[in-house]
Structures are given as C-alpha cells and as structure tokens.
Nanobody, 117 residues
C-alpha cells in the first residue's frame, strides 16, 4: 500500500489547517486510514482515524477541534484541524491498516505541523 500525504506547514494559534492522505495498492474491503502524531520527546499518539464503514475515532486532545472525513472513491481521508494550539505542533503521520486479509499496516513519511505566532 502506498500512502501520499499533503498539507502541513506553519499556522498561528487559533488557525486552521487541512491534511490529506491517499492510499493505493492492496487495500482490503475493510480498512482503517487516518493520522497519528509525534511531538519532540513524546510518544506517537492517535489523532484521528476512520474506517471503510465510516466509523471514526479521535484522540482526546483533539476532540471537538479536528474532523476526519473520507472520499469513498479515492481512498483518501482529510483531517480538518481547527482552533490549533501550540501543543498541536508535531510531525503528523498517515496511518493505514487492512482489517481483513493480510492485516498489514503502513505509515506515511510524515508532515510537519507547527503552530506558532
């Protein structure tokens, strides 16, 4: 499975940013696609994921501020990030896992999000 990430960059506190991640290749009928993040000196944590049945999961720190959505035909997910805080600064990694078939999981190369004035 190949993952193509886009988005990221520098934004001021309170601002918004959108990330996208497209998956292609050996995708099963049931899968999960989304984002994790890792800040310097911290462990990687869940941001948001959505599965092919459109069930989504959010990390506690982003609930109510971030929204994940998907394009069914393109196997692409979008992460709309609003009310960004400096503590949202991290490298954001696209994550994909087949939930049927080979159960393989994949990570994107990561994109930097910096929230700073």
């Amino acid at each position: 499975v190949q993952l193509v990430e886009s988005g990221g960059g520098l934004v001021q506190p309170g601002g918004s940013l959108t990330l996208s991640c497209g998956a292609s290749g050996s995708i099963s009928w049931l899968y999960v696609l989304g984002w994790h993040r890792q800040a310097p000196g911290k462990e990687r944590e869940l941001v948001a994921t959505i599965n092919s049945r459109s069930s989504s999961t959010y990390g506690d720190s982003v609930k109510g501020r971030f929204t994940i959505s998907r394009d069914y035909g393109l196997n692409t997910v979008y992460l709309q990030m609003n009310s960004l805080k400096p503590e949202d600064t991290a490298v954001y990694y696209c994550y994909f896992r087949n939930l049927a078939g080979d159960l393989a999981e994949y990570w994107g190369q990561g994109t930097q999000v910096t929230v700073s004035s």
